[in-house]
T-cell receptor, first 112, second 112 residues
Framework: GESVGLHLPTLSVQEGDNSIINCAYS??????FIWYKQESGKGPQFIID?????DKRQGQRVTVLLNKTVKHLSLQIAATQPGDSAVYFC???????????FGSGTRLLVRP | NAGVTQTPKFRVLKTGQSMTLLCAQD?????MYWYRQDPGMGLRLIHY???????AKGEVPDGYNVSRLKKQNFLLGLESAAPSQTSVYFC???????????FGQGTRLTVV
């Protein structure tokens, strides 16, 4: 079946550096792609989304890039902070089915 | 405004026992979801609901049943628990047209 997946299971970065978390998707029918952050012992929390007809969207310290040609999604975090340490999930929303399908996640570790 | 509340937070079941997990949201959201998250894994969709009185199967529905008798509540039932159902269960809700799902704090279920 169609699914959303990730390239890297763990990413370790130095505090202050930029982080890039990647995701590959296979369902071209999805209308939105979303990034969630999950801290230890908590439920996932929405970060940012991007509509399928966009290439880039910026938020506060985060940027999401969508490359539909290669079905690739990335989340860029500027000036990574210790509080950014968490597991990051990409997800897709297929509007016609109302489902939110999640990928397997990448753990981000920020070194002091 | 409590958001999404899951009951209970922890539970240990013996194989073959039944139980019901309760999810309650006070945001008047139409859509509600039940996910399971196994250690080091992503979230897999069990069942979801697009409104009061409606439910649909997700990616891994076998062994679970759900009901949405009231808009604010979404119940997940295990009729005969199996060790393979040991997991952390998350409930989420979102409003129509939004990609931002709000998650509960999770229910850690162990089946022995």
């Amino acid at each position: 079946g169609e699914s959303v997946g990730l390239h890297l299971p763990t990413l370790s970065v130095q505090e202050g550096d930029n982080s890039i978390i990647n995701c590959a998707y296979s369902n071209s029918a999805s209308d939105y792609f979303i990034w969630y952050k999950q801290e230890s012992g908590k439920g996932p929390q929405f970060i940012i989304d991007i509509r399928s007809n966009m290439d880039k969207r910026q938020g506060q310290r985060v940027t999401v890039l969508l490359n539909k040609t290669v079905k690739h999604l990335s989340l860029q975090i500027a000036a990574t902070q210790p509080g950014d340490s968490a597991v990051y999930f990409c997800a897709e929303r297929a509007d016609s089915s109302y489902k939110l399908i999640f990928g397997s996640g990448t753990r981000l570790l920020v070194r002091p | 405004n409590a958001g999404v509340t899951q009951t209970p937070k922890f539970r240990v079941l013996k194989t073959g026992q039944s139980m019901t997990l309760l999810c309650a949201q006070d945001m008047n959201h139409e859509y509600m979801y039940w996910y399971r998250q196994d250690p080091g894994m992503g979230l897999r969709l069990i069942h979801y609901s697009v409104g009061e009185g409606t439910t649909a199967k997700g990616e891994v529905p076998d062994g679970y049943n759900v009901s949405r008798l009231k808009k604010q509540n979404f119940l997940l039932g295990l009729e005969s628990a199996a060790p393979s159902q040991t997991s952390v269960y998350f409930c989420a809700s979102r409003s129509t047209g939004s990609t931002e799902a709000f998650f509960g704090q999770g229910t850690r279920l162990t089946v022995v």
